[in-house]
């Protein structure tokens, strides 16, 4: 496949390809002016020239800002610069820029700050690491209450570039441009919504510091997961394909069974079934063609099932109930060894005790673990398992948070929001950017759930199948478009998997 896995840069690992890119013989003042420039030229560009306020911080975020000052300046613009502190105290390459920029230099205030067209953001980048307060708040407030189009540098001050959090208040900017590659807080929320139009410009860093710094976080796309992605062989059967189980909820709870079963099947599992207790039989019966039904009445009945090795994916917690049936089944697919996604109900049931479930999955000995588990909670699920990891000073840290649960709990983390984020416990990390919000909407998570089973029954590892499903079930929403419900979401795979095969051959 020719499309490459575009990686997510930490602050830190953006430094690291600063640093890389000066070792090789660039010189920081060249990287900044790259940069200044490459945002003028997209100002240039894309806004109406006007009456522009360029804030510049104490730091090279704000010497960019000096350099963004000077080339629209030389373009015609009126530029008026504010500086937070004095130029004296600039420090490197900072120094460097606000020198070179002819013109006057204001003390950064709030007076004024709606007299402007454009407002350049330049205070703080990734240099970051405390929350705005007092009459930088203001200053940041006033910005934000102004009619200017305002045009962050990097990302918008207040910002985290690692999280997407805010800290103590942001600047909520019409475009950023950021450098050399995206960075995890473009795409989580709320920072994605903070950022407005993103625009990556080339300053001048190889893409071969890459491989040095070694990052682990992409975009989740077919160029992650696509290699891995099970394609029908020509010589292969139903019976190579697979066999994926979803376990039912009680009579009057079997729907969310069926999306995940359909899904299963949908996304190529060779065999599916819905394993259920003799009562829901008729509610599957009189809606399942393909799905097979599988009734049980003891746990002993179900032990059997689990004793059947060609039944290798199992799905568990969608409508299950919070009871100690639910429980006591998770424990003994887990025992089982099998394939399995825990969702919904299979999560919260161990709310009280998440460390069991953790040593069942075997995160002390995962070395030895001959299968994976991948959990799917949203937000309130997640919380259940981890509250320690919901409480950051900003908020939760949904990326950094997922990994230190996958670490923890040893099995893929799959956090689902409107910038889901699945990790390894390897540490690997893909963000979904722009699913489609019409995915917010009852039975979605089921399908999802079953779209992983199916991926997990037909071999694909774990990491890589809950990537994949997650793309995929986004595809499809956006294939179908408004008005979507659950029960479109399978229907509109095709479509999806039609041009995924194309682009992987
Ligand atoms: N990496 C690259 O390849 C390239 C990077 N480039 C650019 O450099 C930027 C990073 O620059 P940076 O490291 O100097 O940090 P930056 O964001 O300017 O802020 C640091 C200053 O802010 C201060 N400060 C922090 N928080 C604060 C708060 N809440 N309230 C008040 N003050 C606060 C902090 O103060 P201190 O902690 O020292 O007291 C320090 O003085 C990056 O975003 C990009 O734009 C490009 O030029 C080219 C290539
Ligand atoms: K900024």
């Given amino acids: ?23 090789a013989g660039l010189q920081g003042r060249q990287l900044m002016e790259a940069a200044g420039q490459s945002i003028a030229r997209i100002i240039l560009e894309k806004l109406n020239p006007g009456r522009t306020l360029v804030l510049c911080g104490p730091g ?15 373009n015609g613009w009126p530029v008026t610069v504010t500086l937070m502190g004095t130029k004296d105290r600039l420090k490197g390459d900072a120094r460097l820029m606000a020198d070179l920029w002819d013109g006057e230099i204001q003390p950064l205030a709030e007076e004024g700050l709606g007299d402007y067209d454009i407002i350049v953001d330049g205070l703080f980048g990734a240099g970051l690491d405390r929350p705005l307060e007092g009459a930088l708040l203001d200053i940041v407030r006033a910005a934000n209450d102004s009619n200017a189009r305002k045009v962050a540098i990097d990302v918008p001050s207040g910002l985290s570039g690692d999280s997407g959090l805010v800290l103590g208040g942001c600047l909520e900017a019409d475009l950023t441009v950021t450098f050399f590659r995206r960075k995890p807080g473009h ?13 990556v410009t080339d300053i001048g860093i190889s893409g071969r510091v890459l491989d040095e710094i070694g990052a682990q976080t992409w975009l989740n796309s077919p160029a992650v997961w696509g290699e891995l992605f099970p394609v029908p062989s020509p010589a292969g059967h139903k019976y190579s394909r697979g066999h994926s189980v979803v376990v039912s909820g009680d009579l009057a709870h079997t729907g969310a069974s069926r999306l995940a079963a359909g899904a299963a099947l949908r996304i190529g599992s060779g065999l599916v079934s819905v394993a259920c207790a003799p009562e829901a039989v008729p509610a599957h019966a009189a809606q399942l063609t393909a799905v097979m039904i599988r009734s049980y009445q003891s746990p ?12 290798n994916a199992w799905c568990i917690g969608p409508a299950n109930g919070v009871t100690n049936e639910t429980r006591n089944r998770v424990l003994a697919i887990l025992a089982a060894g099998k394939q399995a996604v825990l969702d919904a109900d299979a999560i919260t049931v161990f709310r009280d005790r998440p460390e069991e479930l953790f040593a069942a999955i075997g995160s002390d000995d995962r070395k030895n673990m001959s299968r994976e588990v991948v959990l799917t909670p949203h937000a309130g699920e997640f919380g259940r398992l981890f509250p320690d990891l919901m409480e950051g000073t900003y908020g939760f840290d949904r990326l950094k948070g997922a ?6 709990s040893g099995a893929v983390l799959l956090l689902k929001g409107p910038d889901t984020v699945v990790v390894s416990p390897d540490g690997r990390a893909v963000i979904m950017d722009d699913a489609p919000a019409d995915l917010a909407t009852a039975g979605s998570g089921d399908v999802l759930s079953g779209l992983v089973t199916g991926l997990l029954a037909q071999g694909m590892p774990a990491f890589e199948a809950a990537s994949a499903a997650v793309w995929l079930h986004a595809e499809a929403a956006r294939v179908f478009g408004a008005g979507l419900t659950a029960e479109d979401i399978s229907p509109s795979l095709p479509t999806v998997l039609e041009k995924l095969r194309e682009k992987l051959h």
């Fill in 403 to 408: 990994r230190t649960a996958a670490e923890r």
């Fill in 187 to 199: 795409l989580l929320y709320p920072g994605k919504a903070l950022c407005g139009d993103l625009y």
């Fill in 1 to 23: 496949m020719e499309e490459t896995r575009e990686v997510l840069l930490s602050t830190m690992e953006m430094g690291e390809a600063d640093r890389l890119t000066i070792e």
């Fill in 300 to 311: 002993e009945q179900f032990a059997d099932y689990l004793a059947d090795h060609r039944l």
């Fill in 60 to 74: 090279n975020n704000g010497g960019d800002g000096f350099v963004v000052a000077r080339a629209l300046k030389e």
